[in-house]
């Protein structure tokens, strides 16, 4: 059976230095209360995962503790754009062996253990997985070997990541499975619906 592990990608909670979309709406102390929820929303979702959870920061804040729990291992992203980023986390966390991978970011409060199942599932059949989000990006992606191309040429934060990574996956004549579509915590907007609807 393939090791699974999560990574999930963060953000030292700094005021001006998280949500900047959301902030321009209702302030950066706002902003940062947020995603301090959301920080917390991805705790408590993620730990009842049976499998290695490993927290890439951007930088590491004092005290992981009180955002991850002892089961959760840190580390530092590398530098470079996102892609870059989550290619060398990648990168690390498969050590030239084979694995049922997934990265997540800090986002999407609306991910269920469940999902994730379903993702290491799907990489028995694909392989790749990807959460599609509302915005044309993506919640979620997975592989079970370690392929960087995937995030080669992305133009991050638009609306094309999605179906970018899809056709250069197709392109290279690899398979891919799709989960359910979800939104992203970016707007007061998305903010206000997940509140609405928790």
Same mark, same amino acid.
């Given at each position: 059976?393939? %090791?699974?592990?999560?990574? =999930?990608?963060?953000?030292?909670?700094?005021?001006?230095?998280?949500?900047?979309?959301?902030?321009?709406?209702?302030?950066?102390? *706002?902003?940062?209360?947020?995603? %301090?929820?959301?920080?917390?929303?991805?705790?408590? =979702?993620?730990? *009842?995962? &049976?499998?290695?959870?490993?927290?890439?920061?951007?930088?590491?804040?004092?005290?992981?503790?009180?955002?991850?729990?002892? %089961?959760?291992?840190?580390?530092?992203? @590398?530098?470079?754009?996102?892609?870059? *980023?989550?290619?060398?986390?990648?990168?690390?966390?498969? @050590?030239?062996?084979?694995?049922? =991978?997934?990265?997540?970011?800090?986002?999407?409060?609306?991910?269920?253990?469940?999902?994730?199942? %379903?993702?290491?599932?799907?990489?028995?059949?694909?392989?790749?997985?990807? &959460?599609?989000?509302?915005?044309?990006?993506?919640?979620?992606? &997975?592989?079970?070997?370690?392929?960087?191309?995937?995030?080669?040429?992305?133009?991050?934060?638009?609306? @094309?990541?999605?179906?970018?990574?899809?056709?250069?996956?197709? @392109? *290279?004549?690899?398979?891919?499975?799709?989960?359910?579509?979800?939104?992203?915590?970016?707007?007061?907007?998305?903010?206000?619906?997940?509140?609405?609807?928790?």
């Amino acid at each position: 059976m393939l %090791e699974r592990k999560l990574i =999930i990608f963060a953000k030292q909670p700094k005021l001006g230095q998280v949500k900047t979309r959301l902030a321009h709406a209702v302030g950066n102390p *706002k902003a940062l209360e947020v995603y %301090e929820e959301l920080l917390q929303l991805t705790k408590s =979702i993620t730990s *009842k995962l &049976g499998v290695e959870k490993i927290v890439y920061w951007d930088q590491l804040p004092e005290h992981t503790e009180l955002y991850f729990g002892n %089961e959760f291992s840190h580390a530092i992203q @590398s530098t470079g754009d996102l892609g870059i *980023k989550m290619a060398s986390a990648f990168q690390n966390e498969f @050590s030239n062996e084979k694995g049922k =991978i997934l990265i997540i970011g800090t986002d999407c409060p609306y991910l269920k253990p469940s999902l994730f199942e %379903e993702a290491y599932d799907a990489l028995d059949l694909t392989d790749f997985v990807i &959460g599609p989000a509302i915005d044309g990006g993506y919640y979620l992606l &997975g592989m079970k070997e370690y392929h960087p191309f995937v995030f080669e040429n992305i133009p991050w934060s638009t609306d @094309s990541v999605l179906p970018l990574t899809l056709q250069t996956i197709q @392109s *290279k004549k690899f398979t891919y499975s799709l989960l359910v579509t979800l939104n992203d915590i970016d707007t007061e907007d998305d903010w206000k619906e997940w509140k609405r609807n928790r």
